[in-house]
């Protein structure tokens, strides 16, 4: 095995695959759904699945302000706003826009119910009216008019489960009429326009991190090995497993997401760790004076089981993923680590065929670096065996410390996580959070109780009305939209349409409405009961408070179903995707606990089994939980929250730093074998893995550092977090681990002298 002819027909082997999948042509597909995060098969999201069936989704709308700094209330402003929402309506995917502009208000008189305009401008005296009428009606003012009447909203209602594909059209048409059109000042706000615009930058981000990190390792591998080969042999073997993976990917039928920004990087960083530790010892070997053909053999002979074992390992950290209920997480998970493993298949089939063909026969001894890396790491070690007890006090205070901010880290998204607050597209949706009373839908299921045989009595309406009150007041939601309000509604056409009879009617005056019922559930703009009148919806919209608010005033709404509503009159369920969203930040950040749980206890596992001991397990696994607190500490001093972006940032970086420990720990063992005691072990393993061990490190660093030049929360906080993690690996291995290992020199002794003497008495025994 990795000898010159198996070498050339591994390197066969791999154009062969190469042809094969170029053959197959993977289509490039970009997406992002964030239901994708949503927890799958959860009572709530199967519960709302049901919902949307019987209604609608809560959230195919597209929200569209158009304004003046004058204000709204112009004859010519309105005339060309009324044009604009006429040619929306004739857009393909456009169903329904509701708005000011053509919304009218039933009048019921002795001569039965007619209708008038709620916004008239066919002259000064109509326009003033309207005005002042709509300056104080609580379903209209900071619902269908800002606050200020600077700006009137369109609720653009596209087409339910409208694809990526027709809602991309569909918004590039809204755009290109807006940009046509006469109106100073308009903003939009939606669905669709937030997963155009994600797909967009992702495209952007996956090409640019892709190139970045080319760039990047063609640097370092020439800071490192300073040679032609030792920069082209390393990039054709990354740029080969690279498109490797992302071809299966895409012939799965997979398209890249939000997540997918990340593998490159984390696949060629991780593919670039393999090579140095192999061309490393690979030119210790030539120095040493081997042969090349002994070198190479040797080389890949001596590392494999390390390497495998590493990739194998992160690829673990990577498969835990699968056990959260995101279908996007488990997505990434699962084809992370496929994609860990193919680098590896391309580091053992590749290079060792390129070394052969195009290596030097020898290389030149450089005194000067091997006399700084030798110099170096024998003063850090020398310096670690001298404060043993202010190491093991150091890491101690800090771990402790970090354990204490663990326990004060809260859980917190919002619905725009992955874009940083100064995005066009974030600052757009608070734009409608302070103008309109939120951009995020707000979602509740109502049910006629036991004791009611439709939502539309009376005592029902009593208990919505205290449901109502509670939301706008606890929420800080705009207006409410539900079978109380179509009521409040025909109240006030009641009263000559006065304002102040927009309210809960009496006994009488709910008698008398009762024949206008059925006509207006006819012409209502939204579907708020079922055809029995037994099932319900309430609906509104609020600003994105985060998901931890969001809770604090969900526990509240529970308790006060609880105690204030009458559940043989009415049934209350909060639902909705907001909700789905907050709950999917708690649940993932608490399923990811668990999935780490399961990658350390797996890798400590397969350390004991493959070591045969399971004090070597503990040793690999302390040094590589202690950054991973540390981790916490960080966040916690950052005031960096948990939450679905962040929480998946443990599994990760657990998996990728426990690699230096696997080498370090698997170069102990083979030097323990050859019957040297555990001091000069220690030495050994310390000045030929040190090096290898540090220039890792700086790779794997820099290589997850420029994915803090993202604009996605999720990259940006993964590659600031597991940057860091990273860094404390490598001080936990050069320093805490030598000092844990030397207090074993005891046990190996008597460990030692146990077999020693074992031996011999099977040879008296003989």
């Not at 024998?378 to 101690?396: E, M, N, P, Q, V």
């Not at 310390?686 to 604009?711: H, M």
Request: some cysteine; proline content about 2%.
């Amino acid at each position: 095995m990795f000898d010159k002819k198996s070498s050339l027909y591994g390197l066969g082997l791999a154009g062969l695959i190469s042809l094969i999948l170029i053959f197959l042509q993977p289509k490039v597909v970009f997406d992002y759904d964030f239901e994708q995060f949503f927890p799958q098969n959860d009572e709530d999201l199967i519960f709302y699945q049901n919902f949307r069936e019987t209604f609608e989704n809560d959230n195919d709308y597209l929200l569209i302000a158009l304004g003046r700094e004058e204000g709204v209330f112009d004859s010519a402003f309105l005339a060309e706003a009324l044009a604009v929402q006429n040619k929306f309506e004739e857009l393909q995917f456009s169903e329904e826009i509701v708005s000011l502009l053509t919304l009218e208000e039933p009048i019921i008189n002795a001569f039965g119910i007619r209708y008038s305009r709620i916004l008239n401008w066919d002259d000064e005296e109509k326009l003033s009216r309207s005005k002042e009428k709509l300056d104080s009606h609580p379903q209209y003012s900071e619902n269908l008019i800002s606050k200020d009447q600077k700006f009137l909203l369109l609720m653009l209602k596209n087409q339910q489960m409208i694809s990526k594909e027709d809602g991309d059209q569909l918004n590039q048409e809204v755009k290109d009429i807006l940009l046509e059109s006469d109106i100073p000042e308009y903003h939009t706000a939606g669905k669709i326009k937030a997963q155009g615009e994600f797909v967009d930058l992702l495209q952007e981000e996956f090409a640019f991190f892709l190139s970045i990190s080319i760039v990047l390792i063609l640097v370092l591998l020439y800071l490192i090995f300073r040679t032609w080969w030792g920069v082209v042999l390393p990039l054709v073997v990354l740029l080969f497993g690279i498109g490797w993976t992302i071809a299966i990917i895409l012939l799965t039928g997979k398209a890249l997401d939000v997540m997918s920004v990340m593998q490159p990087t984390i696949l060629l960083v991780i593919g670039l760790s393999a090579l140095v530790h192999y061309l490393t010892l690979y030119l210790q070997k030539l120095r040493l004076g081997l042969p090349k053909d002994q070198a190479i053999k040797a080389t890949f002979k001596g590392l494999f089981l390390a390497v495998f074992l590493t990739c194998l390992t992160t690829a673990l950290g990577f498969t835990t993923l699968y056990f959260t209920s995101a279908i996007s997480l488990k997505l990434f998970g699962i084809y992370t680590a496929l994609g860990v493993m193919v680098m590896f298949m391309a580091v053992v089939l590749i290079t060792p065929g390129l070394l052969y063909l195009f290596s030097p026969l020898k290389v030149v001894e450089r005194n000067k670096f091997k006399e700084f890396w030798q110099r170096a790491l024998r003063k850090s070690l020398l310096w670690t065996f001298g404060h043993k007890a202010l190491i093991i006090a150091g890491f101690g205070i800090i771990s402790i410390l970090s354990i204490l901010a663990a326990t004060d880290l809260k859980i917190n998204g919002y619905l725009l996580d992955n874009l940083p607050r100064e995005h066009e597209l974030v600052q757009e949706f608070e734009f409608f959070d302070q103008e309109f009373g939120g951009s995020k839908p707000l979602e509740i299921f109502i049910q006629a109780g036991d004791s009611a045989e439709s939502l539309l009595e009376l005592d029902v309406l009593r208990e919505l009305d205290k449901l109502e009150q509670f939301v706008q007041e606890k929420y800080q939601a705009g207006a409410v939209i539900s079978p109380l309000s179509l009521v409040k509604v025909l109240n006030q056409a009641q009263n000559s349409g006065n304002i102040k009879a927009f309210a809960l009617p009496s006994q009488g005056q709910f008698q008398r409405m009762q024949p206008y019922i059925n006509q207006a559930l006819e012409q209502s703009d939204y579907q708020l009961i079922s055809s029995d009148r037994k099932q319900g919806r309430m609906s509104s919209r609020t600003a994105d408070i985060g998901s931890l608010k969001s809770d604090a005033i969900n526990k509240e709404f529970f308790e006060f179903i609880e105690t204030e509503i009458n559940p043989n009159l009415l049934e209350v369920r909060l639902t909705g995707t907001s909700n789905l969203i907050d709950k999917s930040h708690r649940t993932i950040s608490q399923q990811m606990a668990k999935g780490l749980g399961v990658a350390i206890i797996l890798v400590g596992l397969i350390a004991g089994f493959l070591f045969r001991s399971w004090r070597i397990s503990f040793m690999i696994l302390l040094p590589n939980l202690i950054p991973l607190l540390w981790m916490c500490g960080v966040m916690w001093l950052l005031d960096i929250d948990l939450k679905l972006t962040t929480a998946v940032i443990f599994t990760v970086a657990f998996g990728i730093a426990v690699d230096d420990s696997i080498h370090f720990m698997t170069k102990l063992q083979s030097e323990l074998k050859l019957g040297k005691s555990m001091l000069y072990a220690i030495k050994r393993t310390y000045f030929e893995t040190g090096k290898a061990i540090i220039l890792t490190t700086i790779i794997l660093v820099s290589g997850f550092a420029n994915l803090t030049l993202s604009d996605f929360g999720v990259t940006f906080y993964s590659g600031l977090l597991i940057s860091l993690a990273l860094v404390f690996a490598v001080l936990a291995d050069l320093m805490l681990l030598p000092v844990l290992l030397l207090s074993m020199q005891k046990v190996w002794k008597e460990k030692r002298k146990d077999k020693v003497g074992g031996e011999r008495d099977e040879k008296v025994g003989v």
